[in-house]
């Protein structure tokens, strides 16, 4: 499928599939909407990672065959796209930037063998990969024809913005530390990661595993925005602690949003996502900004914010953690919900975000410099400019806090 063009912008389905090993016998399909510019001369990539991810089709392969004699283009592996959600490309525009939505055939257990709840590093590893395939072969699923991935890359560097929503912020977490980390963690955790990509096609094509790539083809994290960020403590697959640990060393702007009314990240998410008690702890904020730490982690609080009110469209299996039957906060109050102020204050948010980046570079400053910025300085106020959402001020009487 050639690219749709709406007015300077581009938009495209890819799809490959993934090993996290060349050693590993288990495949994992990638989806990912990419929005693109249409000069193909992006200046940075959001890639967010989708909060409930759905799969897989068990159809796959006879839609593939019945495809691939029939026609050249490549069927859905399922009918869920991240982007329906989660369109915050109103933000990219200014700056020139990408944006990148990315969910997987993903098995969290056998029991919801088509939900993923959190606690898998795996799933940051896949964003982490396909933000490093779209800078090195660019908005086609044929990666293997140079010719064509010359015509659909669209980066003037690799820096990239790692974001997500539920369980999608806790994966986040895990693709912002980078190829490094990701790579030393995964040894220590027999979570390895080196992947390689494959065609979807019954005698695929391969690419060479990722530290092969080339430094300048890797995804280059710049930045971290986690939108009520959930995990789970799983013994299955390790946790995300020591990824946590790890960005509590990294010099790279770290934002948490959670919400007043939130239950799935206040409470039921393990460990909780914040809490205004010190005495809880472990949350994910003290993880990745322990005590006298010198992290770059932020966190700030929506006054009414829910755990979907941040969504572009409803999703009823999202709305059920924000049901009166699972979550007792805020009671006789009324939540944001999706399509509303809470998710124009998130479009905004990403804006602003992006704005503080100079053109094709990181933000080249100091923690100081970071906490300082006009990013932060918009956002600590009761009602940050330009939304209609106010903020919870934390004990110092700030809307920001930070250790």
């Not at 299955?236 to 790890?246: N, S």
């Not at 509590?248 to 460990?271: F, K, Y």
């Not at 770059?296 to 009823?316: D, I, M, Q, R």
């Amino acid at each position: 499928m050639e690219p749709i063009i709406i007015n300077d912008y581009c938009f495209k389905r890819v799809y490959f599939w993934m090993q996290y090993t060349p050693e590993d016998l288990n495949f994992t399909e990638i989806a990912i909407d990419i929005y693109y510019p249409k000069d193909r001369k992006a200046n940075g990539l959001v890639m967010f990672s989708h909060g409930f991810m759905i799969g897989p089709d068990f159809l796959y392969l006879p839609k593939r065959l019945l495809a691939g004699m029939f026609s050249n283009e490549q069927p859905p592996l399922f009918a869920n796209y991240p982007s329906y959600y989660y369109n915050y490309t109103s933000a990219i525009v200014e700056k020139n930037w990408a944006m990148a939505f990315v969910t997987s055939t993903h098995k969290q257990n056998e029991f919801t063998p088509t939900t993923d709840f959190g606690g898998n590093p795996r799933v940051g590893q896949e964003a982490y990969l396909a933000a490093s395939y779209l800078i090195c072969f660019g908005a086609t699923s044929t990666f293997y024809n140079a010719s064509r991935s010359k015509q659909f890359q669209f980066m003037n560097s690799n820096n990239v913005i790692f974001a997500g929503h539920s369980v999608g912020g806790a994966h986040a977490q895990v693709a912002a530390t980078g190829f490094d980390n990701l790579n030393e963690i995964g040894k220590t955790t027999k979570m390895r990661f080196d992947p390689i990509v494959y065609d979807r096609i019954i005698f695929p094509r391969v690419t060479e595993k990722l530290s092969n790539w080339g430094k300048e083809s890797r995804a280059n994290p710049v930045g971290l925005v986690q939108l009520s960020p959930v995990d789970m403590k799983n013994p299955l697959f390790g946790g995300m602690e020591p990824y946590r640990q790890k960005l509590a060393t990294i010099s790279i702007p770290n934002l948490m949003i959670v919400g007043q009314c939130d239950c799935a990240c206040l409470d039921t998410s393990q460990p909780p996502a914040w809490s205004c008690d010190s005495a809880v702890l472990p949350t994910e904020y003290s993880q990745m900004a322990p005590a006298g730490s010198s992290s770059w982690a932020t966190v700030a609080n929506v006054e009414k914010g829910s755990h979907c009110g941040y969504l572009t469209a409803p999703n009823p299996l999202c709305s059920m953690a924000d049901s009166s039957s699972q979550c007792k906060r805020c009671p006789n109050t009324e939540k944001y919900t999706p399509v509303g102020n809470e998710t124009d204050f998130t479009a905004q948010l990403f804006k602003r975000f992006i704005d503080m980046y100079p053109f094709k570079s990181g933000l080249a400053g100091t923690r100081a410099e970071w906490l300082g910025s006009d990013f932060l300085k918009w956002l600590n106020n009761q009602q940050p400019d330009k939304t209609s959402i106010n903020l919870v001020p934390f004990s110092g009487g700030q809307y920001v806090y930070h250790v």
